[in-house]
Nanobody, 117 residues
Framework: QVQLVESGGGLVQPGGSLRLSCAASGVSGSTFESYAMSWYRQAPGKERELVAT???????SYADSVKGRFTITRDNAKITVYLQMNSLNTEDTAVYYC????????WGQGTQVTVSS
C-alpha cells in the first residue's frame, strides 16, 4: 500500500513562492520510478483540477493556468516528488494533493496553500 504525505503548504503573499513536497512510503525507489506522479488542487467551491504531471519517463505537463510558474520534479532516490510554485497569485489558493498512478492510484491527504496579502 503506497502512502503519500504532502508538506510545504502555508500562507504566502502574492508574487511569492512555495515548494511542496510529497513523500511516498510503502514502495521502493525502483518501483516508485514506474509511477506517474501528479499534483492536483481543489479550491473552495470548485472541482479538483490537475495541475502538473510527470510520467515515469520524465515527461511533464502542466495546466495552462500554471505554465511557466510551476515546476514538477521528482527524486526517485528519496521517493519524493516536488512542486515548485513561483509567482503565486490569489487564484492559486487551494488544497494541493499528491497523486500516484500505475496500475492503481493513490492520493495524499492534501496540504493547504493560501495566497493572500
Amino acid at each position: 500500500q503506497v502512502q503519500l504525505v504532502e508538506s510545504g503548504g502555508g500562507l504566502v503573499q502574492p508574487g511569492g513562492s512555495l515548494r511542496l513536497s510529497c513523500a511516498a512510503s510503502g514502495v521502493s525507489g525502483s518501483t516508485f520510478e514506474s509511477y506517474a506522479m501528479s499534483w492536483y488542487r481543489q479550491a473552495p467551491g470548485k472541482e479538483r483540477e490537475l495541475v502538473a504531471t510527470m510520467t515515469r519517463y520524465g515527461s511533464t505537463s502542466y495546466a495552462d493556468s500554471v505554465k511557466g510558474r510551476f515546476t514538477i520534479t521528482r527524486d526517485n532516490a528519496k521517493i519524493t516528488v516536488y512542486l515548485q510554485m513561483n509567482s503565486l497569485n490569489t487564484e492559486d489558493t487551494a488544497v494541493y494533493y499528491c497523486h500516484a498512478r500505475r496500475m492503481l492510484e493513490y492520493w495524499g491527504q492534501g496540504t493547504q496553500v493560501t495566497v493572500s496579502s
